[in-house]
Every structure is written in structure tokens, then in C-alpha cells.
């Protein structure tokens, strides 16, 4: 396990941007997968969006793509989740994710295949 801390979140009208970022105390790996997760209260935690961190893919759920961005900077081993065009119902708190593992894409969207998590970030997008 790694720690990830995440940051950048916060409260947004609709049609707004916000970037979060996750730090990570893991050395620079090209192996394994991260990505970000969401979740309201009273619901389970969803999948946003992941990479295999061998450049081999990114993925995004249909409710975000289009709209939301996932990227890495190699070199401090930070990612970044730029979001575009927020709606109300991306209200959330948003958790970066991690695993040394690299996940096959049938399991990349599987919270529990994940075992370093953020302390997750809150954004709010309201008018």
C-alpha cells in the first residue's frame, strides 16, 4: 500500500471546472493502476476513472466521458483529474485510488481491486 493524498476540490456552478491532484509516497513506477472514485453519502463508492500506468489505457464511465480528463506527470508521480463542464450531479467526494497490480480492463472499474486510497477531496457543483 501507498499513501495518496488528493487536493483541489471544492465548490463550483454548473458549466464550472476544477482540477484535483493526487500525491503519492510510491516511487516513480511505470506498473500498476490508478484512478479516481466518487460518492455521495448514502451510496456506494463509483468508479470515475482509471490508467494502467503502463501506458496501456485509460478508462472513463459513460457519465463522464467527454467531459473529465485523466493525466500523469511521470516525473513527480502526481495525477490529475481535470473536470469540465461539472454538472450538479457530480457532487461527490472524490477519492484517488491505487494498486502495484496491473488490472486486466474487465476489473479496472472494480472499487475492491484497489487497496491504497486517498482521503478523499469534496466537490460541490451548485448554482
Known amino acids: 500500500q501507498v499513501q495518496l493524498v488528493e487536493s483541489g476540490g471544492g465548490s463550483v456552478q454548473p458549466g464550472g471546472s476544477l482540477r484535483l491532484s493526487c500525491a503519492t509516497s510510491?516511487?516513480?513506477?511505470?506498473?500498476?493502476?490508478m484512478g479516481w472514485f466518487r460518492q455521495v453519502p448514502g451510496k456506494e463508492r463509483q468508479f470515475v476513472t482509471a490508467?494502467?500506468?503502463?501506458?496501456?489505457?485509460?478508462y472513463y464511465a459513460d457519465s463522464v466521458k467527454g467531459r473529465f480528463t485523466l493525466s500523469r506527470d511521470r516525473a513527480t508521480n502526481m495525477l490529475y483529474l481535470q473536470m469540465n463542464g461539472l454538472r450538479p450531479e457530480d457532487t461527490a467526494v472524490y477519492y484517488c485510488?491505487?494498486?502495484?497490480?496491473?488490472?486486466?480492463?474487465?476489473?479496472?472499474?472494480?472499487?475492491?481491486?484497489?487497496?491504497?486510497w486517498g482521503q478523499g477531496t469534496q466537490v460541490t457543483v451548485s448554482s
Open positions: 490508467m494502467k500506468l503502463t501506458g496501456a489505457g485509460t
Open positions: 510510491a516511487r516513480t513506477t511505470n506498473s500498476g493502476t
Open positions: 485510488a491505487a494498486t502495484s497490480r496491473n488490472l486486466i480492463t474487465s476489473s479496472i472499474r472494480q472499487m475492491a481491486e484497489y487497496d491504497s
